[in-house]
Nanobody
Framework: QVQLVESGGGLVQAGGSLRLSCVVS????????MGWYRQAPGKQRELVAT???????TYADSVKGRFTISRDNAKNTVYLQMNSLKPEDTAVYYC??????????????WGKGTLVTVSS
C-alpha cells in the first residue's frame, strides 16, 4: 500500500507565494515520475507540473516562470514552489506519483488534495 499526503495549501493574496509538499510512504521500491495537478471549481483536473526521477521537468504554460517543481528522492517528497500567485490559480492541488512497489508492481497514486485559494 502506498500513500501520498499533501501539505502547504492555504489562503494567500494575489502576488504571494506558497510551497506545497507531498510525501510518499508505504511499500516503495522506486518512485518514478511525480507531479502536481489541480482542479478548479467547475473545471476538469489539469496538469500543473511533472518531474522525472532524474529531475527532468515539464510545466503547464499557465504556470511557467512562476512555479517550480522539485523533489528529494531520499525523502520521497515532491515540492511545488508557487510564486506570483494569481486568483486563477485557486484550485485543489493534487499530488501524483508513479510508484514501483516492493513486489514490483507499478501504479499511479494520488493524494487527497490540498486547497489553494488566491484572493484578489
Amino acid at each position: 500500500q502506498v500513500q501520498l499526503v499533501e501539505s502547504g495549501g492555504g489562503l494567500v493574496q494575489a502576488g504571494g507565494s506558497l510551497r506545497l509538499s507531498c510525501v510518499v510512504s508505504g511499500s516503495i521500491f522506486k518512485i518514478n515520475t511525480m507531479g502536481w495537478y489541480r482542479q478548479a471549481p467547475g473545471k476538469q483536473r489539469e496538469l500543473v507540473a511533472t518531474i522525472t526521477r532524474g529531475s527532468i521537468t515539464t510545466y503547464a504554460d499557465s504556470v511557467k516562470g512562476r512555479f517550480t517543481i522539485s523533489r528529494d528522492n531520499a525523502k520521497n517528497t515532491v515540492y511545488l514552489q508557487m510564486n506570483s500567485l494569481k486568483p486563477e490559480d485557486t484550485a485543489v492541488y493534487y499530488c501524483n506519483a508513479e510508484v514501483t512497489s516492493r513486489d514490483y508492481y507499478t501504479m499511479d497514486y494520488w493524494g487527497k488534495g490540498t486547497l489553494v485559494t488566491v484572493s484578489s
